[in-house]
């Protein structure tokens, strides 16, 4: 069992920054992949960024270069620094964690309960 807490969302104007939070516990031995999803109202919940094991990160297309994603093994946390945002980035963010095998097989996953992000024009 893993149990995911996000923090670090907040109201905030284009142009401006945040920087998520997502702190893990119980058995994150297990996990070999992390990531951040946002959904916003009427939506679909969409990837916004992923990290592997070997710290190889990826980005949904309408974020990059303007959001990093990172980890903090020490802390067992996992970062989503957001830069240059938008109103169109607002949402509830999520953190993901899960186990995957033979390259693509999702075994276990767990979410936190989401953040919300507000970016005002």
């Known amino acids: 069992q893993v149990q995911l807490v996000e923090s670090g969302g907040g109201l905030v104007q284009a142009g401006g920054s945040l920087r998520l939070s997502c702190a893990a516990s119980?058995?994150?031995?297990?996990?070999?992949?992390w990531g951040w999803y946002r959904q916003a109202p009427g939506k679909q919940r969409e990837l916004v960024a992923t990290i592997t094991d070997a710290n190889t990160p990826n980005y949904a297309d309408s974020v990059k270069g303007r959001f990093t994603i990172s980890r903090d093994n020490a802390k067992n946390t996992v970062y989503l620094q957001m830069n240059s945002l938008k109103p169109d980035d607002t949402a509830a963010y999520y953190c993901?964690?899960?186990?995957?095998?033979?390259?693509?097989?999702?075994?276990?996953?767990?979410w936190g309960q989401g953040t919300q992000v507000t970016v005002s024009s």
């Open positions: 993901n964690a899960r186990r995957v095998v033979l390259r693509n097989i999702v075994i276990n996953e767990y």
């Open positions: 119980g058995s994150i031995f297990s996990i070999n992949a």
